[in-house]
């Protein structure tokens, strides 16, 4: 500190170097002082236009997507029904094939076409040119119906009515050996075949 002291401050220092160049009356006056910091209060409206714009800007960006997704959702939904829909008809076009591709299906077909089952067929040999067998045609002789025609039976109803009532005798308690004895006289069980 002393040889600083001794030499001079800085600002000697600074006006040695200076000096030759500047005006002794120049330096004099150049002197720094402490300016007073001045409070400028920047305006306050922009400031608070542009929170105003970005919260109106993320409330209607919010929005918008919201109401995206709720489209999206009923769109899923409408898909979903649609896929639902065409399974179950998938499902129905399935068991009709099934349904088509059934022997007796395709027999009952065949026969409302007219076609019929072929009687005793020939057989021909062709390197030989030999026939086997006679060939008679195909009639309806030959073609069993497939679904018989058989008369319905009377409903039970009308049978207990058209039946003849008797008095039916009181059974009687039967022991273990005969049981097979013990069946009432009159029943009208009917058995189907």
Known sequence: MSST???????????????????????????????????????????????????VGGVVGLLCFNTSMQQAAFSENNLQDEATNLAAREQTLQLQLQGMQNPQA??????????????????????????????????????PPLYPRMKKPKPLVERARTAPTTPTTPTRPTTPG????????????HVHR
Not at 111 to 139: C, D, F, N, W, Y
Not at 179 to 186: E, G
């Open 5 to 55: 002291a001794a030499q001079g401050g800085p600002a000697q220092q600074v006006r040695a170097r200076i000096a030759p160049w500047l005006d002794g009356s120049a330096l004099g006056r150049a002197r720094l002082t402490v300016v007073p910091h001045r409070r400028t209060s920047a305006a306050r409206l922009p400031f608070v236009l542009l929170v105003s714009v970005i919260l």
């Open 106 to 143: 395709i027999a009952a077909r065949a026969q409302r076409l007219g076609m019929v089952i072929p009687g005793s067929p020939a057989l021909l040999h062709v390197p030989t040119g030999k026939v086997e067998g006679h060939a008679q045609p195909a009639t309806r002789d030959f073609t």
């Open 178 to 189: 005969t049981a097979h004895r013990a069946a009432p006289a009159n029943t009208h069980a």
